[in-house]
């Protein structure tokens, strides 16, 4: 089975199927399809699609009938997914130790959960699933409860002691990475053009998503009144996504909407685009005005860090925003809105270490200055 980008023909977007010897695999895609009504993020579909498919591989290699999986059954493949290849089902030798990641499994969990949810929902499991006399009244067959709880926040006790291995496992917190001030003066002396240095500089001073600043317009930009819109837009032609859905605003510096200023009488010239951040040079032959895509970024940031000598990212420019701003004391609540969280808890989960850090460097700090 294979994952299949392909554009929606209803919804004008990119979205994805699942295809076996070259015919639609039509239990995944229906649910798929179910994915995109619901409005659901390109890349969260195509997500789906990939853990579907490998758990659809792994009933094909047992001989297993999906409409007859039990805890069992998933609960086998979870064990076997955790520690086999990330590009096929082969396991990986004792000593390699985990191939995939602890938020890798529990995603998996989360779209199989879904999957046969969705199916359960609009009748087509009925009373097929391998436990005895199952109806399709979930509120009142605690068995149908127990077959779909594995990847649920309220599991019955009995069910967390049977899926204990397997269950939805605690990820490990990882301290975020900043750039040290010297660091971000190289990242922008850098830069070959105009461009980049606007979109380094955007990056860093509003801590901006790189899909939200490769989705920008220029019609989102009012220089004017210091502040630009982060839309959510599921059509963009780049197929970057803005991931918050709630539209909201960011104030910008003038400092950047000078650069911003200069970026369109110097460097645009007759280049036609909505898009802010487009291709200026072209070796290809191909539309200069077509704009930047993940991959173009991903090239530009492996030259910076080459060229520097760390890895650099793009997620480190926005935490090293959120993490300059709550050094000054700005009210999370703040550093949250402009980050476009959508709670408060998702900005103190990241950044908590700051506390920790800052109040040893308080107390050690103030000691070493006593001693001297």
């Known amino acids: 089975m294979r994952v299949e980008k392909l554009n929606h023909p209803v919804l004008n977007r990119v979205t994805y199927r699942a295809y076996l010897d070259g015919l639609p695999v039509k239990h995944v895609n229906k649910f798929l399809s179910h994915l995109d009504k619901r409005d659901f993020a390109p890349n969260t579909v195509k997500s789906y699609a990939h853990d579907l498919s490998q758990y659809f591989r792994y009933l094909n290699k047992k001989s297993l009938d999906w409409k007859h999986s039990d805890i069992e059954v998933i609960t086998s493949f979870i064990a076997f997914y955790k520690h086999s290849k990330a590009d096929s089902l082969s396991v990986l030798p004792t000593e390699l130790g985990q191939a995939r990641s602890i938020s890798t499994i529990n995603r998996a969990l989360a779209s199989i959960s879904a999957f046969y949810r969705y199916k359960l929902n609009i009748g087509e499991l009925g009373q097929s699933i391998?436990?005895?006399?199952?109806?399709?009244?979930?509120?009142?067959?605690?068995?149908?409860?127990?077959?779909?709880?594995?990847?649920?926040?309220?599991?019955?006790?009995?069910?967390?002691?049977?899926?204990?291995?397997?269950?939805?496992?605690?990820?490990?917190?990882?301290?975020?990475?900043?750039?040290?001030?010297?660091?971000?003066?190289?990242?922008?002396?850098?830069?070959?053009?105009?461009?980049d240095r606007l979109l380094i500089c955007l990056l860093l001073e509003t801590g901006m998503r790189v899909g939200q600043a490769l989705q920008l317009r220029h019609s989102d930009i009012e220089s004017w009144d210091s502040k630009l819109t982060i839309f959510y837009r599921l059509d963009n032609s780049n197929e970057v996504y803005s991931k918050t859905r709630t539209s909201y605003e960011v104030v910008i510096t003038d400092k950047w909407a000078n650069m911003y200023t200069n970026y369109l009488l110097n460097e645009i010239g007759d280049i036609e685009s909505d898009y802010v951040f487009t291709k200026l040079y072209r070796k290809d032959g191909g539309n200069r005005g077509e704009p930047l895509s993940y991959p173009s970024v991903k090239f530009l940031f492996k030259r910076f860090s080459n060229s520097i000598g760390c890895n650099i990212t793009p997620n480190m420019l926005r935490h090293t925003h959120a993490t300059e701003l709550l050094r000054q004391k700005v009210p999370i609540e703040i550093v949250s809105k402009r980050l476009g969280h959508s709670s408060i808890e998702t900005t103190k989960n990241i950044y908590e270490h700051l506390t920790a850090e800052d109040m040893k460097n308080t107390i050690f700090g103030s000691k070493e200055g006593i001693e001297k």
């Open 130 to 195: 391998a436990l005895e006399a199952i109806s399709t009244n979930v509120s009142k067959n605690p068995k149908v409860k127990e077959f779909l709880s594995f990847a649920s926040a309220s599991r019955p006790q009995s069910v967390s002691r049977e899926l204990k291995p397997f269950r939805r496992a605690k990820p490990v917190k990882r301290k975020v990475k900043t750039i040290p001030e010297d660091v971000q003066l190289k990242l922008i002396e850098f830069c070959a053009n105009s461009r």
